[in-house]
């Protein structure tokens, strides 16, 4: 039977090496090792231990993924034609090894044995430096895995693979947007190598500024103590606000209640985005945000959902909805990702039947958000409508029913008839959100920017008046318009 042996060398002394390892080094089974770059080679070479090392791999392929499943094939293909061999990798077998990952699946697959023997991690060793206890609470992850999985602020975060300064310079870059750059940390270089073992307690914008890291290297974050840290700390936060103790505002809110606050905030923020006011904007996301975390902790303490489930929802959501992206990236064709979009939508909803199909759009139509503000809606109608073809070619003729629009509301006016009139204005009112579309501007930006403009000018008449010891009162109306057509010119 075919079998695969998989033993850690320790983090670095020999003395670490455990005697089963060294007994399975020494029998007649073939040994490869990751790398001979380690510090017991020495050790083992004394030792007269034969072996083979792939670290021919790391300058022929282009990346560590390509390393490793270069690796996992060779010990695959070489345990076909042996009855053992022996795959020997730094530190403990599983931890931080992915190769060792990699050969499990893979051995499982063809129904090749295997049997790992732990050993002395780099883990071991660090945590005895730092006389830590992961009792106590610490988060075990490579530097490459930190976009994908930051470490909580709360814990304590152990950060391996930090090999050379390029990688700490890109790991502090990302550190640094979630903690204090001023922020003590310990870098610990050749932990269990005896007498070349350091650790050094820096700031952490200081981390890619020490020379002597290597690929011993690794970043120990201590957890910060301040309270509410991170997202997990706003949804402690404000679980402490609705519990019995806590506020009695927050108590007393709804969903119904919070309705206009959501509305509000969400306009602040389309605020600052027009003023391109930055730090207001991450401002105004954190008062959106904790909106979210709000409604999310009132429906939890009603047993209907969780903020765990909102976000796991968008997350599939949006997965399912890219397939271009995260499932078949090579079926990627810009033209078809909207049409592949609202497709998703349907199959989502369970709805059937193609787009182009009138009863079911007008049924989408109908199904738009009655909160919507009134050009939004208008403006959201008319897009689906032209995904049929109903539509202008160009702005041009679309503005030329804002024309025709107008003069039937000029007769309905004359005629005296006022449910005409309100019905004519509306025909207006959607002419104008079409052509607003057509020149791809959002009508409720565009009448928001008029608006602002208005009350710029209406302010400079103020002032004029205010210079004139007058109110505005004072003036006839066409006094008022004369000072109207002054003001655009201040």
Known sequence: MHHIDIVGLGPGSPGQITLETLALLKDASPNFFRTKIHPVMDFIENEAISYQSFDCYYEQEGSFEAVYDQIVTTLIETAKTTEKLVYAVPGNPLFGEKTVEKLIVAAKAVGINYRIYPGVSFVDVTLNSLEEDPINGLKIMDAFDCVKNPPDPRIGALITQVYDQHMASELKLQLMEMYD?????????????PEAEKSLEICLYELDRVEDINHLTSLYLPATNEAYQGFQGTIEMMKALRADEGCSWDRSQTHESLRNYLLEESYEVLEAIDNQDWDNLAEELGDVLFQIVFHAEIASEAGRFNINQVIGG????????????????ASFNPEQVETNWDAIKRMEKGESGEVQESPGLAAEMKKLPKALPALMEAYKV???????????QEPTAALEKIDEEALELRAALRENKPEQVEEELGDLLFSVVNVSRLLKLQPEMVLRKATEKFIGRFEKMEKVASQEKKSLSDYTFEQLDEAWNRSKGL
């Open 181 to 193: 750059p001023e922020k003590k940390v310990v870098l610990l270089i050749n932990s269990g190598i």
């Open 314 to 329: 968008i997350n599939e959501k949006m997965i399912r909805r890219h397939p271009h992206v995260f499932i078949d990236k």
């Open 382 to 392: 008319q897009k689906k409508a032209a995904k049929v073809g109903f539509d202008w």
